[in-house]
């Protein structure tokens, strides 16, 4: 029993002590959570006082930042600009410098104003004295022709007259003709008449008298009919003559009145070949019948060379063939070898100089004198009359279809003596030249030619 109790007493304290224990919980937790309340509201208040610390000081660093900044960029852009402005004026210079040169060596060979002034004016006042000329020339030309017009009109008036004179004189020979008609069948008849009723049926000599004076009035009035005609035919003749004697002494249809250039592109501008040097122009000459009498005695071609400020040079080409077409029409074919100065030709690609070619028809026989307008003239690649080749070789045609080589074997120019060969050996179907070098047969087989069949 006493254990019990003991145990009993020690339960009772432990029940004090729990309970102590627990009321000493109970005033722990609430002393902390107030010492922590107090705790996070004093941290709170500290925090707040560094925030509000922390907001000015960031606001002054940040004002401090954004001046520095701007004045730097104010400095910044102060040295730029004054920089940039420093060199663009000497880019500037610079730049005006080497453009006064490119202009000034570019202008070196082209006139000033008050040269291009004088230039005109000059080429004003040589136009003013060449079409003078040409008016007091084609005056000339008038004057000199105005008898032949005279005549000529005087023939055609005298022609106008006799074809009227020869009307009428055909109306009365028809007149005439008629009357006679109708006379000879009247004097037939009353000669037939008076045959039967004078001698009853039979024809005398009175009658054969009457007959043949009829046929004689037959014949001379046939004969003034023919004499007459004759005579209308003469006058008409002769009118004619007057005519063609006139247009003669005019200058008729052997007179070349106009050549003309044929153009082969719209641009007007004829191409030169550069590969042969050559060029072929086609020429519309009026009257069309001349043309057969055109050939390279009586056709030059010059051409006619700008080398600036005025001054012009013309050139005598070689004219290689001119060749009659239908139409009226001409083709030349001339060399533009010979144009050329004295640093460069025309073909080069430093020639520089504008340049023409004109058509001129001199015979002093036929009393020819005229020339085409200014054609001009380009140069373009490539060859007027292509070369006749076969596997690479140029040939020539020989006639009856023989082709011949324009070169020996190993020439490549007609000059040239080419290779020389100890002789010809055949081998089935080819021929095989053998070679010889200063001499000595080399061994080797330059060529080997096919057996024609």
């Known amino acids: 029993n006493g254990i019990v109790e003991q145990i009993a007493g020690i339960n009772s304290e432990i029940s004090g002590l729990k309970k102590s224990l627990a009321d000493l919980e109970t005033r722990l937790t609430n002393k902390f959570t107030e010492d922590l309340n107090k705790a996070v509201s004093d941290l709170n ?16 660093e940040v004002s401090d930042f954004t001046t520095a900044y701007t004045t730097a960029i104010s400095t910044t852009r102060d040295e730029l600009e004054k920089a940039w402005t420093a060199n663009l004026k000497t ?6 410098k080497s453009m006064k040169s490119w202009v000034n060596e570019k202008l070196t060979a082209y006139w000033t104003i008050e040269e291009t002034k004088a230039a005109l004016e000059a080429q004003k006042t040589d136009l003013e004295t060449q079409l003078e000329g040409q008016k007091t020339l084609l005056k000339g030309l008038i004057d000199a022709n105005t008898g032949d017009i005279t005549k000529l009109k005087e023939a055609l008036e005298k022609t106008e007259k006799n074809i009227e004179a020869n009307t009428k004189a055909i109306s009365d020979l028809r007149a005439d003709l008629e009357k006679a008609k109708a006379d000879i069948t009247e004097a037939y008849n009353k000669a037939i008449e008076d045959a039967i009723s004078a001698l009853e049926g039979r024809l005398d000599t009175k009658l054969t008298n009457e007959i043949k004076a009829v046929n004689d009035r037959i014949n001379k009035i046939v004969s003034d009919w023919e004499s007459r005609i004759k005579s209308c035919e003469d006058q008409v003749k002769d009118a004619i003559d007057k005519m063609n004697e006139a247009l003669k002494d005019m200058g008729g249809n052997g007179k070349i009145q106009s050549v003309t250039y044929r153009p082969e592109y719209s641009d007007g501008v004829h191409d030169v070949y550069r590969e042969d040097k050559a060029f072929l122009m086609r020429f519309e000459v009026r009257p069309a019948a001349v043309v057969s009498k055109l050939n390279s005695s009586n056709v030059k071609m010059q051409a006619y060379v700008d080398w600036g400020r005025g001054q012009w040079k013309a050139i005598d080409l070689t004219v290689k063939s001119v060749v009659p077409e239908s139409n009226g029409v001409i083709a030349v074919k001339a060399s533009a070898e010979a144009i050329k100065s004295s640093s460069a030709t025309f073909f080069d690609a430093a020639w520089s100089y504008t340049t023409y070619a004109k058509l001129l028809i ?3 026989d036929q009393g020819w004198e005229i020339a085409s307008g200014f054609v001009p003239l380009k140069v373009v690649d490539g060859r007027l009359d292509p070369k006749k080749e076969i596997n690479g070789h140029e040939y020539v045609e020989m006639g009856d279809g023989l082709k011949w080589a324009t070169c020996n074997i190993g020439a490549s120019t007609p000059e040239e003596a080419g290779s020389e060969f100890a002789w010809v050996r055949r081998r089935r179907n080819l021929i095989i030249l053998l070679g010889i070098t200063n001499g000595t047969i080399t061994g080797t087989i330059p060529s080997t030619i096919p057996l024609m069949a």
């Open 45 to 60: 208040g500290k925090i707040a006082d560094e925030v509000s610390g922390l907001n000015e000081r960031i606001d002054k």
């Open 91 to 96: 880019s500037i210079d610079k730049l005006e």
């Open 362 to 364: 001199e015979d002093s």
